[in-house]
Protein backbone atom coordinates (compact mmCIF):
# COMPACT_ATOMS: atom_id res chain seq x y z
CA UNK A 1 0.00 0.00 0.00
CA UNK A 2 3.09 2.47 -0.42
CA UNK A 3 2.20 5.44 -2.68
CA UNK A 4 4.16 5.50 -6.37
CA UNK A 5 5.72 8.76 -5.72
CA UNK A 6 9.59 8.92 -3.86
CA UNK A 7 8.29 11.97 -2.31
CA UNK A 8 5.38 10.95 -1.01
CA UNK A 9 7.00 8.18 0.61
CA UNK A 10 9.24 10.52 2.30
CA UNK A 11 6.64 12.36 3.74
CA UNK A 12 5.08 9.78 4.98
CA UNK A 13 8.60 8.41 6.59
CA UNK A 14 8.88 11.91 8.26
CA UNK A 15 5.45 11.52 9.42
CA UNK A 16 6.24 8.38 11.27
CA UNK A 17 9.59 9.65 12.74
CA UNK A 18 8.41 12.47 14.18
CA UNK A 19 5.36 10.58 15.45
CA UNK A 20 7.80 7.88 17.28
CA UNK A 21 9.56 11.05 18.82
CA UNK A 22 6.71 12.56 20.02
CA UNK A 23 5.59 9.09 21.29
CA UNK A 24 8.46 9.00 23.38
CA UNK A 25 7.93 12.42 24.59
CA UNK A 26 4.97 11.51 25.48
CA UNK A 27 6.23 9.09 28.18
CA UNK A 28 7.76 11.48 30.14
CA UNK A 29 5.74 14.57 29.92
CA UNK A 30 2.26 15.13 31.15
CA UNK A 31 -0.55 15.59 29.05
CA UNK A 32 1.36 14.98 25.93
CA UNK A 33 -0.39 11.36 24.79
CA UNK A 34 1.77 8.57 23.35
CA UNK A 35 -0.41 5.91 22.15
CA UNK A 36 -2.21 8.08 19.31
CA UNK A 37 1.07 8.87 18.33
CA UNK A 38 2.37 5.19 17.68
CA UNK A 39 -0.79 4.21 16.05
CA UNK A 40 -0.22 7.24 13.55
CA UNK A 41 3.19 6.16 13.36
CA UNK A 42 2.33 3.23 12.35
CA UNK A 43 0.00 4.30 9.64
CA UNK A 44 2.30 6.67 8.27
CA UNK A 45 5.30 3.78 8.10
CA UNK A 46 2.84 0.91 6.27
CA UNK A 47 2.74 3.69 3.81
CA UNK A 48 6.21 4.34 3.41
CA UNK A 49 8.64 1.98 4.98
CA UNK A 50 7.88 -2.08 5.51
CA UNK A 51 10.75 -2.15 7.32
CA UNK A 52 9.86 0.55 10.35
CA UNK A 53 6.21 -0.67 10.33
CA UNK A 54 7.63 -4.27 10.64
CA UNK A 55 10.10 -2.64 13.94
CA UNK A 56 7.27 -0.77 15.32
CA UNK A 57 4.91 -3.96 15.70
CA UNK A 58 7.58 -6.14 16.83
CA UNK A 59 8.63 -3.91 19.07
CA UNK A 60 8.76 -4.59 22.85
CA UNK A 61 6.40 -1.55 23.71
CA UNK A 62 4.77 -0.43 20.62
CA UNK A 63 4.28 -3.49 19.46
CA UNK A 64 1.90 -4.72 22.17
CA UNK A 65 -0.03 -1.81 21.90
CA UNK A 66 -0.21 -2.38 18.18
CA UNK A 67 -1.49 -5.81 18.51
CA UNK A 68 -4.32 -4.76 20.99
CA UNK A 69 -5.82 -1.78 19.10
CA UNK A 70 -5.27 -4.32 15.46
CA UNK A 71 -7.46 -6.66 17.61
CA UNK A 72 -10.93 -5.28 18.38
CA UNK A 73 -9.68 -1.22 19.03
CA UNK A 74 -8.71 -2.44 22.34
CA UNK A 75 -6.72 -0.83 24.82
CA UNK A 76 -5.06 -1.94 28.46
CA UNK A 77 -6.27 -0.97 32.03
CA UNK A 78 -2.75 -0.29 32.42
CA UNK A 79 -2.56 1.93 29.53
CA UNK A 80 -5.72 3.65 30.83
CA UNK A 81 -5.09 4.19 34.29
CA UNK A 82 -1.31 6.34 32.78
CA UNK A 83 -3.70 8.28 30.45
CA UNK A 84 -5.85 9.32 33.54
CA UNK A 85 -3.05 10.09 35.94
CA UNK A 86 -1.47 12.12 33.19
CA UNK A 87 -4.19 13.94 31.98
CA UNK A 88 -4.83 14.81 35.61
CA UNK A 89 -1.27 15.93 36.20
CA UNK A 90 -1.47 18.13 33.33
CA UNK A 91 -5.03 20.03 34.75
CA UNK A 92 -3.92 20.03 37.78
CA UNK A 93 -0.85 21.74 36.94
CA UNK A 94 -3.16 24.08 34.42
CA UNK A 95 -5.53 25.33 36.88
CA UNK A 96 -2.91 26.62 38.84
CA UNK A 97 -0.29 27.99 36.29
CA UNK A 98 -2.19 29.20 34.02
CA UNK A 99 -3.81 32.46 34.75
CA UNK A 100 -7.10 32.27 31.95
CA UNK A 101 -9.97 30.42 33.05
CA UNK A 102 -11.18 30.77 28.95
CA UNK A 103 -7.85 28.46 28.12
CA UNK A 104 -7.74 26.11 31.14
CA UNK A 105 -11.22 24.79 31.04
CA UNK A 106 -11.91 23.76 27.64
CA UNK A 107 -8.72 22.14 27.88
CA UNK A 108 -9.63 20.52 30.89
CA UNK A 109 -13.29 19.91 29.15
CA UNK A 110 -11.44 18.07 26.42
CA UNK A 111 -9.40 15.46 28.46
CA UNK A 112 -12.68 15.17 30.28
CA UNK A 113 -13.73 13.85 26.92
CA UNK A 114 -10.95 11.56 25.50
CA UNK A 115 -10.77 10.10 28.89
CA UNK A 116 -14.14 8.98 28.90
CA UNK A 117 -13.90 7.54 25.26
CA UNK A 118 -10.58 6.13 26.42
CA UNK A 119 -12.55 4.11 29.45
CA UNK A 120 -15.17 3.28 27.21
CA UNK A 121 -12.71 1.09 25.01
CA UNK A 122 -12.56 -2.55 25.82
CA UNK A 123 -9.81 -4.11 26.92
CA UNK A 124 -7.91 -7.50 25.85
CA UNK A 125 -10.34 -10.26 25.79
CA UNK A 126 -8.06 -12.75 27.37
CA UNK A 127 -6.98 -10.57 30.78
CA UNK A 128 -3.31 -10.45 29.47
CA UNK A 129 -2.12 -6.42 29.78
CA UNK A 130 0.09 -6.46 26.63
CA UNK A 131 1.26 -3.22 27.03
CA UNK A 132 3.67 -4.74 29.58
CA UNK A 133 5.70 -6.92 28.27
CA UNK A 134 5.89 -10.60 29.58
CA UNK A 135 9.34 -11.17 31.18
CA UNK A 136 11.39 -14.59 29.81
CA UNK A 137 9.94 -17.22 31.58
CA UNK A 138 6.91 -15.85 33.10
CA UNK A 139 3.36 -15.21 31.68
CA UNK A 140 1.29 -12.17 31.68
CA UNK A 141 -1.63 -14.35 31.58
CA UNK A 142 -4.32 -14.79 34.95
CA UNK A 143 -3.26 -17.58 37.39
CA UNK A 144 -5.89 -20.50 37.39
Same mark, same amino acid.
Given at each position: MTPRKSWVR? #??LVLAIVSIGVAIAGVF #???LPST???LLASWAAARSSPRLHRWLHEHKWFGPMLHNWNNGRRIARRSKYMATVSMTVCAVVMVYTIPHAWVVWPACACMA??????WRRPEPADGRDLA???VAGFSNAPRS
Open positions: A #LY #LPGEFVVVLAWLTPA
